[in-house]
């Protein structure tokens, strides 16, 4: 069983910069793609990032990309994402997902493993 837990979030005023941690008791950014997801209340999770597990290949959502970095941690029992310059739009709860298993890497349903998720506000 696989089990992920974020952390990270908090509040932030626009154009600041968070970095959220996505913690494994397994070595699971090794051995599977990994995935940063968020979603608004009433909406559909979607996918924001995503890192394969030799890290060399990444997808950013169009929204996200060159103010977020997918990274994994040495040890791969860990997952980041930096995000900077934030914008109010990037407000949301934001999960980790694990085990990609086909289809569009942004569409919840086609991962298998969830963290319980942490909050992102960007306000002024």
């Known amino acids: 069983l696989v089990q992920l837990v974020e952390s990270g979030g908090g509040s932030v005023q626009p154009g600041g910069s968070l970095r959220l941690s996505c913690g494994s008791s397994?070595?699971?950014?090794?051995?599977?793609?990994m995935a940063w997801f968020r979603q608004i209340p009433g909406q559909e999770r979607v996918g924001v990032a995503a890192i394969s597990p030799t890290g060399r290949t990444t997808y950013y959502d169009d929204s996200v990309n060159g103010r977020f970095t997918i990274s994994q941690g040495d040890a791969r029992h860990t997952m980041y994402v930096q995000m900077n310059n934030l914008k109010p739009e990037d407000t949301a709860m934001y999960y980790c997902?694990?085990?990609?298993?086909?289809?569009?890497?942004?569409?919840?349903?086609?991962?298998?493993?969830w963290g319980q998720g942490t909050q992102v506000t960007v306000s002024s």
């Open positions: 397994q070595r699971t950014a090794s051995t599977y793609w």
């Open positions: 997902a694990a085990h990609w298993y086909g289809g569009n890497w942004f569409t919840s349903k086609n991962w298998d493993y």
